[in-house]
C-alpha cells in the first residue's frame, strides 16, 4: 500500500503488476459507497491474473486508509455532483500522477457510476461496470435508509469498522449525500449516452440498491455495450457469482482490439 498526493488529500493506492511484457491497458477498479481498497479483498488480484492485465485500486477521499474529510457532515458534506467531481478532477489527476493512460475502468456501484462518467469525457480502453447507478429509484432510497437504521443500531460499524481508518467518514459522507433532498436529481443517462468505448453493465436481478433499469437506461450512441443480467444475484456480482462475474469480464476484454 502506498499514499498518493492528490490536490489536498492523500489517496490510499495498490498496485497489482501485470505479466512481464504485457502491453495490455491496466484494470482501475474504483470501489462501491461504503468499499475500500481492502473491501475488494483478493478479487482485483483474480480478475488481473485471469486477463493478464495489471491493476490499480484507490481508496476515495474518507475511505479505507485515505485522508478522511473534516466535518464530513457539517462544512465537509459532499454535494450531489461528488461522483461527477470524482471522475472529472480527482480520477484524472490520480492517473496522471501514476502515467496510466488508456485505462479499463472497472467499477462497482458509486464506482460504476464514477466508471460512466469519466468514459463519458475521457478516453479510455473500456468501461465494466457492476451495479451502477445511472439515476436515483425509490428501491434504492430504501435500502440505503435500512443501512443507516443498520448504522444506528451498530450492526454496520461493526462490520465496516476494519476496512477503514474513519469508519465514521465512510460512512455518513455516503449516505447524507444519497439521503439529502438534492440528490433526488442524480441522473448520468446523457454523460452515458456519449460514451465512446465500449462497455460491459452486470447487473444482478436480486439487487435491492437498484433494478435492471439502472443498466438498461446506460445506452450509449457510440460505442458497443454489452448488459449482463444475473438471476439471483445482489448488490455485489464480485462476491454473489464471483466465478460467472469473472467470466464475463474475462470474455469482454479478451474481445478488445
Same mark, same amino acid.
Given at each position: 500500500?502506498?499514499?498518493?498526493?492528490?490536490?489536498?488529500?492523500?489517496?490510499?493506492?495498490?498496485?497489482?503488476?501485470?505479466?512481464?511484457?504485457?502491453?495490455?491497458?491496466?484494470?482501475?477498479? *474504483?470501489?462501491?459507497? *461504503?468499499?475500500?481498497?481492502?473491501?475488494?479483498?483478493?478479487?482485483?488480484?483474480? !480478475? #488481473?491474473?485471469? =486477463?493478464?492485465?495489471?491493476? +490499480?485500486?484507490?481508496?476515495?477521499?474518507?475511505?479505507?486508509?485515505?485522508?478522511?474529510?473534516?466535518?464530513?457532515?457539517?462544512?465537509?458534506?459532499?454535494?450531489?455532483?461528488?461522483?461527477?467531481?470524482?471522475?472529472?478532477?480527482? +480520477?484524472?489527476?490520480?492517473?496522471?500522477?501514476?502515467?496510466?493512460?488508456?485505462?479499463?475502468?472497472?467499477?462497482?456501484?458509486?464506482?460504476?457510476?464514477?466508471?460512466?462518467?469519466?468514459?463519458?469525457?475521457?478516453?479510455?480502453?473500456? #468501461?465494466?461496470?457492476?451495479?451502477?447507478?445511472?439515476?436515483?429509484?425509490?428501491?434504492? +432510497?430504501?435500502?440505503?435508509?435500512?443501512?443507516?437504521?443498520?448504522?444506528?443500531?451498530?450492526? +454496520? @460499524?461493526?462490520? *465496516?469498522?476494519?476496512?477503514?481508518?474513519? !469508519?465514521? #467518514?465512510?460512512?455518513?459522507?455516503?449516505?447524507?449525500?444519497?439521503?439529502?433532498?438534492?440528490?433526488?436529481?442524480?441522473?448520468?443517462?446523457?454523460?452515458?449516452?456519449?460514451?465512446?468505448?465500449?462497455? *460491459?453493465?452486470?447487473?444482478? =436481478?436480486?439487487?435491492?440498491?437498484?433494478?435492471?433499469?439502472?443498466?438498461?437506461?446506460?445506452?450509449?450512441?457510440?460505442?458497443?455495450? =454489452?448488459?449482463?443480467?444475473?438471476?439471483? #444475484?445482489?448488490?455485489?456480482?464480485?462476491?454473489?457469482?464471483?466465478?460467472?462475474?469473472?467470466?464475463?469480464? =474475462? @470474455?469482454?476484454?479478451?474481445?478488445?482490439?
Amino acid at each position: 500500500m502506498e499514499l498518493i498526493q492528490v490536490s489536498s488529500a492523500r489517496l490510499e493506492v495498490q498496485r497489482l503488476p501485470g505479466p512481464a511484457g504485457s502491453i495490455l491497458a491496466p484494470i482501475v477498479f *474504483l470501489h462501491e459507497g *461504503l468499499g475500500s481498497v481492502a473491501m475488494w479483498r483478493d478479487w482485483p488480484a483474480q !480478475v #488481473c491474473r485471469r =486477463t493478464g492485465r495489471a491493476g +490499480l485500486i484507490y481508496s476515495r477521499r474518507g475511505y479505507g486508509q485515505s485522508d478522511p474529510i473534516p466535518d464530513v457532515r457539517g462544512a465537509g458534506r459532499l454535494q450531489p455532483d461528488y461522483m461527477h467531481r470524482e471522475a472529472w478532477e480527482v +480520477l484524472p489527476e490520480l492517473l496522471a500522477a501514476l502515467h496510466v493512460e488508456l485505462p479499463v475502468l472497472l467499477g462497482h456501484s458509486d464506482g460504476g457510476s464514477i466508471a460512466l462518467l469519466h468514459a463519458s469525457q475521457m478516453a479510455v480502453t473500456a #468501461c465494466v461496470v457492476m451495479a451502477p447507478h445511472v439515476l436515483v429509484e425509490d428501491q434504492s +432510497l430504501r435500502a440505503i435508509a435500512q443501512a443507516r437504521a443498520d448504522w444506528q443500531s451498530g450492526l +454496520l @460499524r461493526q462490520r *465496516l469498522q476494519r476496512y477503514h481508518a474513519d !469508519v465514521d #467518514c465512510a460512512f455518513w459522507q455516503w449516505n447524507d449525500a444519497w439521503l439529502s433532498p438534492q440528490f433526488r436529481d442524480f441522473d448520468i443517462r446523457p454523460q452515458c449516452r456519449r460514451i465512446a468505448a465500449p462497455v *460491459l453493465a452486470i447487473q444482478g =436481478t436480486q439487487d435491492p440498491y437498484g433494478s435492471m433499469r439502472q443498466i438498461d437506461e446506460i445506452t450509449p450512441t457510440l460505442g458497443h455495450f =454489452t448488459p449482463i443480467a444475473l438471476a439471483g #444475484c445482489g448488490h455485489s456480482p464480485q462476491r454473489d457469482a464471483p466465478e460467472l462475474t469473472l467470466s464475463h469480464i =474475462t @470474455r469482454f476484454l479478451a474481445a478488445l482490439p
